[in-house]
């Protein structure tokens, strides 16, 4: 059955995830991850409004306030946003008087796409082994 066993490849054809209770790293081959890490990334990309906010602040730096109100939210929820980013090293923020202007973190998610590839390799295998079993 290899690597996730016959129920782990039973969760995956249904689409459920596989889960380990409370690991500390994930292990993919020779790439090593720190879980914490990945889950602050995939916890701050899970809301359409962060992404959007991501995808502003690659075109330009803008000020919590420009943020907010390109966003149709109040200060305090952009602010709760881009905390999440911020934590998950998305986003830096930088005061200066008054006003927080972000900008771009320094993170280019390297480790969050290549763990997606792992994942994109595994149904690849998968699915040509449904392939070549549906085909005897």
Request: proline share 1%; glycine share 8%; net charge positive.
């Amino acid at each position: 059955m290899g690597q996730f066993g016959e129920r782990g490849w039973q969760r995956i054809a249904l689409g459920l995830p596989l889960h380990v209770a409370n690991p500390q790293y994930i292990l993919n081959q020779m790439v090593q991850y720190t879980r914490s890490r990945l889950d602050a990334s995939f916890a701050a990309l899970s809301d359409a409004t962060r992404r959007g906010v991501l995808e502003q602040l690659g075109r330009a730096d803008a000020s919590i306030t420009d943020l907010a109100e390109k966003f149709h939210m109040t200060l305090t929820g952009m602010k709760k946003h881009v905390d999440v980013l911020d934590q998950a090293g998305l986003v830096i923020t930088q005061k200066v008087g008054r006003v927080r202007t972000c900008k771009l973190g320094l993170r280019r998610l390297e480790e969050e796409a290549a763990w997606i590839e792992s994942y994109r390799q595994l149904w690849d295998a998968r699915s040509t082994r449904w392939t070549r079993l549906s085909r005897n």
